[in-house]
């Protein structure tokens, strides 16, 4: 008798809605990068195209509102998708596009909402924000700012110490995302300080701060690999803990890649022991 196939094991399945980077170190393929290093399956629905390399951005080139609803449509119409993640959406019809795609979808969400660059510049035009908090951020399970997205969410100051970082972590609890994970990479401190809040209370997730030059990408691959972790059925403050670690060892591997002349890229494939993060 001839053997009986073998069922193949469901791999789990991410998708990512962000911009494309033709430099390769952040947006898409940063996400790619990480969903495959976690062993998930990437899925992708292109928002932005950008003309991109370690120096900077010399173009960007937005994909209309309705192809881009298409794209998800595809994807979630065929792949099981575990867990979701946006990254840039170029305007107000994208992110209105992408909460009509994902208005009953059950999977996670991880919203990353890229609206200011590390040069400060703004890559989001401000009549977007409030479409972005009001209808986007209600959907998501995981919010992942950095200090300037946080100030512009909450329309304040850019914090300047961690008591600061705690009270608006709280405060964007109420635009309605399950947690929040506050990026503190802007702070001059010694460790790199995050905040994780959620409806339980507050936790500071450390790391010691590493001197490298290749940072670009950082804020993608940190809410990539929490969605990468949710995929494969961690809570929320588990994946986020998990995407602290995760990138602390991307960074400190991060000058064994040499690529371009510019900010290069976290290492993504480092394979070595995740770095325990400590928390009070």
Not at 29 to 34: E, G, I, M, P, S
Not at 218 to 237: H, K, Q, V, Y
Not at 247 to 257: P, R, S
Request: charged content about 15%.
């Amino acid at each position: 008798m001839p053997d009986t196939p073998l069922k193949a094991r469901v791999t789990p399945t991410a998708l990512t809605i962000a911009g494309s980077d033709s430099g390769g170190g952040a947006g898409i393929q940063a996400d790619l990068k990480t969903f495959a290093a976690h062993g998930v399956y990437g899925a992708s629905a292109v928002s932005a195209l950008t003309a991109q390399n370690t120096l900077g951005v010399q173009g960007v080139m937005p994909v209309s509102a309705e192809f881009l609803a298409a794209q998800v449509q595809s994807v979630l119409s065929d792949l099981p998708v575990a867990a979701i993640k946006t990254g840039m959406l170029a305007d107000a019809a994208a992110i209105r596009a992408v909460v009509v795609a994902l208005r009953d979808v059950s999977a996670p969400l991880v919203v990353d909402p890229v609206m200011v660059a590390t040069s400060g510049d703004r890559l989001l035009p401000a009549s977007a924000v409030s479409a972005l908090r009001d209808t986007l951020l209600p959907l998501a399970h995981l919010l992942t700012p950095n200090l300037p997205e946080a100030a512009v969410l909450l329309g304040a100051d850019v914090a300047t110490d961690v008591d600061q970082m705690l009270l608006q972590a709280k405060s964007l609890l109420a635009f309605g995302p399950r947690a929040v994970l506050l990026k503190g990479g802007h702070l001059p401190s010694a460790d790199a300080v995050d905040v994780y809040c959620d409806s339980r209370g507050c936790q500071l997730l450390r790391a010691p701060r590493v001197a490298t030059h290749n940072t670009h990408g950082t804020g993608c691959t940190l809410a990539a690999a929490a969605c990468a972790r949710l995929a494969l059925g961690d809570s929320l403050e588990l994946a986020a803990r998990h995407a602290k670690s995760y990138l602390y060892q991307a960074l400190c591997h991060a000058d064994n890649v040499a690529v371009g002349a510019g900010a290069g890229p976290v290492h993504h494939f480092f394979f070595h022991t995740a770095y325990e993060v400590s928390h009070e």
